[in-house]
């Protein structure tokens, strides 16, 4: 059967709310993402405005150029007396030449009295073009349209009907562009824009990521130094920080300082109370002995019991006075083995068995409140045992250890195990002590924020596992 005690359970760290699960709470995360998603946007922003500008640009010149050639193949063209469409137009672009190019000129009667035709030799077949209905004329009789070409390209088309002489005998002006060619040269140059800005954006982000990460250096500095000053290795923030956090480390020491500075004050109120109650208990003490008989035993009894309690109570404040100082640290191990060294010797008819883990740890807070903490429970296992005493040191969670001791004595019966704890309450009144020491070890590891359980050892007897804070 596991008899079982436990103080008040480590507190257990708040669940974060959604907006803290959804944004790290790095500062360096926030800002980079930030700037990161505002150069994404502006490089979205840029390369459309460059992508659009760049097709306006392309599309009147291409527009322009088509413009040209259709008032070049009209100056070039004439009618003959019999009404035969006649010249050679030469539009000054080889494409006009290639067969199936996607690039044609035509010209064709638009009114009686005119015959023939003429196209460019890029141009094998008819291209049909759309009624007057569908697409209309301006008033300058132009219009433009989009059409299927010969290769399956798209065109673009510039028509025109011109009066060729006095006789008004008209003709009906086309010229063709390969539109689908214009396109691919825009999509080329988004391509190629979208590669220089993506390289552009990841060098931007990059350098901005670095000059943030550097411009963050104080902070991460400051969270060295506290470390340090957390650790005991330290004393204060040391070191040139910028002007903007300066004023933090500056009412940081000073927050140290007040912090030593309360510690110092109790201790020295401790010591005071301390010293005050010494002599007056010390003559109790002796004058009750010096009385004798049952009153003077009586009242050196009483007196005795007021100097451990004292002793006690005293004990605790110290500890609540210097509990939350960050400058305390005391490595377990070397500890450890000194007072197993010395309670060996003390009762070497008891075997004594120590388990360490491979890396030292450190118990935050100070070397005289772990020692007692120890002491305390050693005592009362080799007071208890039979024969064995095991003592080991494992890490626990975060931030967390676990000092346990057990023995092959009686054990505690599971009704007894909260008396124990109790100041002034002994199980057996054969066996020496003041009923004090698991009442103290209750009392240390709570003001330490830790956790006691007293459960059954595998070995028959009690098993106390204590659980403290350690440093990283």
Request: neutral net charge.
């Amino acid at each position: 059967m596991t008899r079982r005690r436990k103080a008040e359970p480590l507190p257990t760290p708040a669940r974060k709310p959604f907006s803290a699960r959804l944004w790290p709470r790095s500062l360096a995360f926030r800002v980079i993402g930030f700037s990161t998603i505002w150069a994404i946007l502006t490089l979205i922003v840029i390369f459309t405005l460059i992508t659009t500008l760049y097709r306006q640009a392309s599309e009147r010149g291409f527009d322009s150029l088509l413009s040209a050639h259709l008032f070049n193949l009209i100056g070039s063209v004439g009618v003959s007396e019999s009404g035969q469409l006649t010249g050679a137009p030469d539009l000054g672009d080889l494409r006009f030449s290639e067969p199936n190019s996607g690039w044609y000129w035509s010209v064709e009667p638009a009114s009686e009295g005119v015959h023939g035709d003429l196209h460019s030799s890029s141009m094998t077949t008819t291209i049909p073009s759309p009624t007057v209905a569908e697409v209309p004329f301006n008033s300058s009789f132009q219009r433009s349209y989009s059409t299927d070409g010969i290769g399956d390209e798209q065109l673009e088309v510039f028509e025109s009907e011109f009066v060729l002489d006095a006789k008004n005998r008209a003709a009906r002006f086309r010229v063709m562009g390969n539109k689908t060619e214009l396109e691919q040269e825009i999509a080329t140059f988004q391509g190629r824009l979208l590669t220089y800005l993506s390289l552009f954006g990841v060098g931007m982000i990059a350098i901005n990521a670095i000059a943030i990460l550097l411009g963050l250096q104080p902070l991460r500095r400051v969270r060295n130094a506290l470390a340090q000053v957390r650790e005991g290795t330290a004393q204060r923030l040391d070191g040139q920080f910028p002007a903007e956090i300066e004023p933090l480390a500056n009412e940081t020491n000073a927050l140290i300082e007040n912090n030593k500075r309360i510690v110092e004050r109790s201790r020295t109120q401790v010591g005071n109370l301390a010293h005050s109650l010494k002599t007056p208990l010390a003559v109790l003490i002796n004058e009750g002995r010096a009385l004798g008989g049952a009153k003077g035993q009586l009242i050196a009894e009483q007196a005795a019991s007021m100097q451990k309690q004292v002793d006690h109570y005293l004990q605790r404040a110290r500890v609540a006075a210097q509990r939350d100082s960050v400058v305390y640290r005391t490595p377990v191990t070397p500890l450890v083995q000194r007072m197993v060294r010395v309670l060996q010797k003390l009762k070497p008819d008891v075997s004594l068995s120590l388990t360490l883990p491979a890396a030292d740890i450190v118990f935050a807070g100070e070397r005289e409140d772990l020692e007692e903490l120890l002491g305390n429970l050693l005592d009362n296992a080799m007071k208890w045992a039979k024969s064995t005493v095991a003592v080991s040191v494992t890490p626990a969670a975060a931030g967390l250890f676990e000092l346990s001791i057990e023995d092959d004595g009686p054990g505690i019966p599971e009704d007894k195990a909260r008396d124990v704890l109790k100041r002034g309450r002994r199980l057996d009144e054969t066996k020496p002590g003041t009923g004090l020491g698991l009442a103290i070890i209750a009392d240390l590891v709570n003001e330490y924020g830790g956790a006691l359980a007293l459960e059954r050892s595998t070995m028959g007897g009690l098993k106390a596992v204590v659980r403290l804070r350690s440093l990283q």
